[in-house]
T-cell receptor, first 113, second 114 residues
């Protein structure tokens, strides 16, 4: 099946630092999504990207849809302890009756106060 | 607005036993998804329903897994018989329609097969 390569696998940073993570695919997606998952909870949608080249912000989070449609990145500025969690990228190919999401393996973020 | 409800939150069974999970999506959401999330991995779609019809079950191991959404609202996912490799978190999600990208996830059921 389709593979999404998400990196880095984990990050350990100091509070206040900026964070960047990315996702690449061997095939094209029409939509890129970024989710955050806290322990014992389901993923929560952070940002959705619908056009190649699109740059979207949500508070301290900024994400971009790559021009090739095969990649996306997420930046978190001025990290705080509550940013701790696992961040997942997900790609979606639209069309027909199937809008299935394909998820990356996640980036585990730890923020040291 | 109430979120996606799932039960039980945790389940421990022995291999070859049967287990069932229940999901109640957000009211009015036509599309319901079941995902399997193995430790250290992202969620993997098992089955997608649009109302009470199956849209995609291509990754559902149909020899042991089954799911239904008879009245187009809540859904059950069953495993019979369970294997050790079925140990995972089973997440239910719903969206307004299948073209709507915002899927809302429930808290999941953590299954341990001994």
């Amino acid at each position: 099946g389709q593979q999404l390569n998400q990196s880095p696998q984990s990050m350990f940073i100091q509070e206040g630092e900026d964070v960047s993570m990315n996702c690449t695919s061997s095939s094209i997606f029409n939509t890129w999504l970024w989710y955050k998952q806290d322990p014992g909870e389901g993923p929560v949608l952070l940002i959705a990207l619908y056009k190649a080249g699109e740059l979207t912000s949500n508070g301290r989070l900024t994400a971009q849809f790559g021009i090739t449609r095969k990649d996306s990145f997420l930046n978190i500025s001025a990290s705080i302890p509550s940013d701790v969690g696992i961040y997942f990228c997900a790609g979606q190919r639209s069309g027909g009756s199937n809008y299935k999401l394909t998820f990356g393996k996640g980036t585990l973020l730890t923020v040291n106060p | 607005e109430a979120g996606v409800a799932q039960s039980p939150r945790y389940k421990i069974i022995e291999k070859r036993q049967s287990v069932a999970f229940w999901c109640n999506p957000i009211s009015g959401h036509a599309t319901l998804y079941w995902y399997q999330q193995i430790l250290g991995q992202g969620p993997k779609l098992l089955i997608q329903f649009q109302n009470n019809g199956v849209v995609d079950d291509s990754q559902l191991p149909k020899d042991r897994f089954s799911a239904e959404r008879l009245k187009g609202v809540d859904s059950t996912l069953k495993i019979q018989p369970a294997k050790l490799e079925d140990s995972a978190v089973y997440l239910c999600a719903s969206s307004l329609s299948q073209g709507n990208n915002e899927q809302f996830f429930g808290p999941g059921t953590r299954l341990t097969v001994l």
